[in-house]
């Protein structure tokens, strides 16, 4: 199993384009991992979690050919992940070729607001359409929170991410071989129903929603010391394998420092800060 982030900002990027403070000037001085597009993994080269704004720029930039990208979890609808522009260049009137076609799984609220979102730019699309399908190649799987699909090699579950419940955001642990993942941006709380789930998970990696930094708090998102304590409880039940590898992502200018300082924390903490062009990967 291969990572690629393509993303690891939050909804406004890093650093904010009109900010002063201290860490977006930093930002801005140092460059480098500091400078986060809105966030987005890559799992090998078929199957891409959240089609936000800046999964273009950051293929191109990595050198990463998305035509062969074959599986979309979408994990909500809002405008950081999930550009609808994307999207809709897959309809015939873009005259594209060799367009794959494409499996999407997100939640019946979030395929909803998709919807809704590529009206602004094809007016009537409806995700639940078999005429709209055909016409943007797509073959469309609604999933619960709690409830779990195969996609290819994948196997993947959908657990709650308590972030917007008029979308139902989900979480999504991948399974594909004996590898595992968790990939939980947006992740405001997990209920207890949530972890009962992840019992039956030992994970490689774990990637967790770090929108606010140390001692920092906020709406809707986790925190740096809400991401320890997770990890920490990970660790203990075995949900994290003893040499599985943790990841902080989804970061904002809010109480989290630029990445060198950010990372010694987390190095102290027992996990890792992602940026942007990250590549992790495991043998079989």
Known sequence: MKLTFLGTGAASAYPL?????????????????????????????????????????SACEYG??????RFLL?????????DPGHLITRIPEYAGQGISRWNLAASRETLRKMGRRLCGEEPGVDLFDPKWKEKLNLAVFPVSAGESIQL???????????????????IYAV??????????????????????ILKGFSFDYVILDQTYGPGTTGGGHLNADQVVEIIAEMRSQGILKPNGESYATHLSHEGNPPHNELARFAA????????????????E
């Open 17 to 57: 384009p009109f900010c002063q403070c201290a860490y977006c000037r930093t930002a801005r001085e140092q460059k480098g991992k500091n400078l986060r597009r809105r966030s987005s993994v890559l799992i090998n080269s078929d199957l891409l979690i959240d089609l936000g704004p800046d999964v273009f720029p």
């Open 64 to 69: 990463i050919d998305l035509t062969k990208v």
């Open 74 to 82: 979408q994990t909500h609808a809002h405008s950081d992940h999930f």
């Open 152 to 170: 290819g090699t994948y196997h993947v579950t959908a657990l709650d991410a308590c972030h917007d419940e008029s979308e139902q955001a989900l």
């Open 175 to 196: 399974r594909q071989g004996g590898r595992e993942l968790l990939y939980a941006t947006d992740l405001c709380r997990l209920e207890a129903a949530s972890w009962e």
């Open 268 to 283: 102290s903490r027992g996990y890792q800060i992602a940026y942007d062009g990250l590549v992790l990967e495991t043998e």
